[in-house]
T-cell receptor
């Protein structure tokens, strides 16, 4: 059975303090690993898709990387507007995205 | 355009009411999804439509009835809901096997 575990559950950073979020996964036949950002009461916003180990994607202050067992979302010099819940999900052999429980990020000025 | 729209934004209904949630996308995606999300939990898949045919029903109670009138529209008909069905209902779409794009959601409250 596909499993996705995200850590930490919550992270508090000072503005400008870089850090990484972790997503560990087990899946039979990975067809994609996805990162989303979700603000309270809103739908998840797509950030990145990673397909194979060694792949990296960047967008502004965010960089996602993938190995055979985990993915990292690196946040460089975060700003308060980066505060959100970050969700990791994997797509295996079915249609269903298997989500982790998310990391709640708070960036303080 | 990577936009999925959902109406209404908020819905309050009694346990005897019948209501519908609507979702629309114009990205040419052939797969559309309904998810349910409770507070501080990840989204849970309810239904998947692929090429306008229901392909997955994740053991959802019959008081939730999905409908896909065409490739751009997805409805979720609600009847005789329970208070525990109160949640954020999310619609998503994708090209098959690719990233899913989510709508803003409908916040449903069942009294």
């Amino acid at each position: 059975e596909d499993q996705v575990t995200q850590s930490p559950e919550a992270l508090r950073l000072q503005e400008g303090e870089s850090s990484s979020l972790n997503c560990s996964y087990t899946v039979s036949g990975l067809r994609g690993l996805f990162w989303y950002r979700q603000d309270p009461g809103k739908g998840p916003e797509f950030l990145f898709t990673l397909y194979s180990a060694g792949e990296e994607k960047e967008k502004e202050r965010l960089k996602a990387t993938l190995t055979k067992k985990e993915s990292f979302l690196h946040i460089t010099a975060p700003k308060p507007e980066d505060s959100a819940t970050y969700l990791c999900a994997v797509l295996g052999t079915g249609y269903a995205l298997n989500f982790g429980k998310g990391t709640s990020l708070l960036v303080t000025p | 355009d990577t936009e999925v729209t959902q109406t209404p934004k908020h819905l309050v209904m009694g346990m005897t009411n019948k209501k519908s949630l609507k979702c629309e996308q114009h990205m040419g995606h052939r797969a559309m999804y309904w998810y349910k999300q409770k507070a501080k939990k990840p989204p849970e898949l309810m239904f998947v439509y692929s090429y306008e045919k229901l392909s997955i029903n994740e053991s959802v109670p019959s008081r939730f009835s999905p409908e896909c009138p065409n490739s751009s529209l997805l409805n979720l008909h609600l009847h005789a809901l329970q208070p525990e069905d109160s949640a954020l209902y999310l619609c998503a779409s994708s090209q098959t096997n690719n990233e899913q794009f989510f709508g803003p959601g409908t916040r449903l409250t069942v009294l």
